[in-house]
């Protein structure tokens, strides 16, 4: 297929059906070709460097029947988000009562125990209590009202002050609470520590109407794929195909000969095509640790400066599967309250001792009613991704032992996720670091090459929830963006 359509697109095309070659079979790249072909584009080719669709959406099944997601695991809000909207069409949602999620700060509820280091398990009245403030203090970080003097600060010495002047902190194990707040909270923004995180461009963020967490039925997001995919003509997505390099602008480095189509693609198996546009869906992560040998000529210095600015970062789970369950059944979630604050700096260099501090809690999981999945992210995600999955499983279980004096037996199967190690993902969503203004980095991260000066215009354009100013981290922004740069080639034409 991928020689058949090397011809086609060498022996040229009329301009109103340009070539299209789309990098990457995530949402926003399903999102860009299904739009196009829908729109009767016929030229449009999907380079996939795994072998499955899907990007950092992961749907798999290896507790049985059911769904297990490694990747995305919720359409985040409602009103004016299409894939809820094409969800809900279809049929895809999950009942209401399985709509079981990660606990966060702001939907602790009566199912969920919460235990100190100690062994002792806390009244969740005063869990709420101390979490609804948190709450209310981020509901005021994302609407921006706070004094201007916070404005060039972090979210999280923001929260600090706030807490530590609210008269909470008297209360018995409040602080210890507060901190699993922040904790939880860094597995939402995907930083390693929301003394990373901007308080001011928080705020950039939008949040849809209706629920913030949308569970997805029996067939999980994979469902979802799968209906983008029966949009497109048989053999559009090409699987097992890393690009090496985009050579764009005709430049004498590629040797091209072409010049219908200015584009050239190549791939780590020596094939090539040729192309009017490319989109460029990849992950910021990738291209934080690939763009300057990815693009031939080299990015623009500010696109680059932009990519490296922006923030990626790590959120991994891990799955355990037990033979039987042994949490009460009136318990939704286990969650771990430690001493120390996050940012503790004692430990120092020795902080991979206790990576295992980093883990939130362990939560049931929709439809698996003797799987557990526990929340973990930053530099200690990473580290935990390259330890021996057996490792991983022997320190949950004593967690889990140690906080609750339960008898937990060891897990049958243990499953993590590894995004941090897949060499096209690295790393799991997008974040603003400290000092950033997100919608300006943004703005250049999205602009398609070249500039209106000299070349053919939209030769290499760019998609993924990166780009999207106003709903980065989330699978709708990647659909979006991929729809907005379709949208402009067919504009174009």
């Avoid at 979490?131 to 921006?144: E, P, Q, T, V």
């Avoid at 979210?155 to 018995?172: A, H, I, K, N, R």
């Amino acid at each position: 297929i991928f020689l058949q359509f090397h011809r086609v697109m060498a022996s040229g095309s009329a301009p109103s059906d340009p070539q299209v070659i789309i990098i990457g079979a995530g949402f926003s790249g399903l999102a860009a070709a299904s739009t196009l072909v829908e729109r009767g584009r016929k030229n449009v080719l999907v380079l996939e460097a795994m072998d499955r669709l899907g990007g950092r959406v992961y749907t798999v099944r290896p507790f049985g029947d059911d769904t297990i997601e490694l990747g995305a695991n919720w359409i985040h809000g409602q009103q004016g988000n299409p894939l809820y909207q094409l969800a809900k069409e279809q049929g895809l949602l999950a009942e209401e009562e399985l709509h079981i999620a990660m606990c966060s700060p702001g939907c602790v509820t009566l199912q969920d125990y919460f235990f100190n280091e100690h062994g002792k398990q806390l009244e969740t009245e005063t869990a709420e209590k101390v979490c609804a403030y948190f709450g209310s203090l981020m509901r005021k970080a994302f609407d921006k009202d706070f004094d201007l003097k916070y404005s060039s600060w972090n979210l999280g010495d923001f929260l600090d002050q706030e807490f530590w002047s609210s008269g909470l902190s008297d209360f018995t194990d409040a602080s210890r609470i507060f901190e699993w707040c922040k904790r939880s909270e860094c597995t939402d923004e995907a930083s390693s520590s929301l003394y990373d995180f901007s308080l001011s461009q928080l705020g950039t963020y939008k949040l849809l109407e209706g629920g913030v967490y949308n569970c997805l039925g029996p067939g999980g997001y994979q469902a979802i794929l799968d209906i983008l995919q029966r949009t497109l003509p048989l053999n559009t997505v090409l699987y097992n195909k890393p690009v090496r390099c985009i050579h764009w602008l005709d430049s004498p480095r590629t040797g091209s000969t072409s010049l219908t189509h200015p584009v050239r693609v190549v791939c780590e198996d020596g094939s090539e095509f040729l192309a009017d546009h490319v989109i460029v869906t990849v992950s910021l992560g990738y291209l934080q640790d690939n763009a300057l040998t990815l693009f031939d000529p080299q990015l623009p210095s500010r696109k680059l400066k932009a990519i490296a600015r922006l923030g990626f970062g790590i959120v991994s789970k891990i799955f355990l599967e037990f033979d039987y369950r042994f949490w009460p059944e009136d318990c939704s979630g286990i969650q771990l309250l430690w001493d120390e604050g996050l940012e503790d700096k004692k430990h120092g260099e020795d902080w991979k001792k206790v990576w295992h501090k980093k883990i939130c809690g362990f939560d049931e999981v929709a439809r698996h009613d003797r799987v557990l999945c526990g929340w973990i992210t930053g530099r200690e995600a990473e580290y935990m991704e390259n330890l021996d999955e057996k490792e991983v499983g022997e320190v949950c279980v004593r967690l889990l032992r140690d906080f609750t004096g339960w008898k937990v037996p060891s897990p049958r199967r243990v499953l993590r996720s590894t995004w941090w190690k897949n060499p096209y993902i690295r790393g799991s969503y997008t974040y603003i670091p400290v000092g950033i203004d997100a919608v300006k980095e943004q703005e250049i991260l999205v602009e398609p090459l070249p500039s209106t000066q000299g070349g053919e215009p939209l030769q290499v354009l760019f998609a993924g929830e990166a780009t999207h100013s106003q709903y980065y981290t989330t699978t709708h922004g990647a659909y979006l963006s991929g729809i907005r740069e379709a949208e402009r080639i067919l504009r174009h034409y």
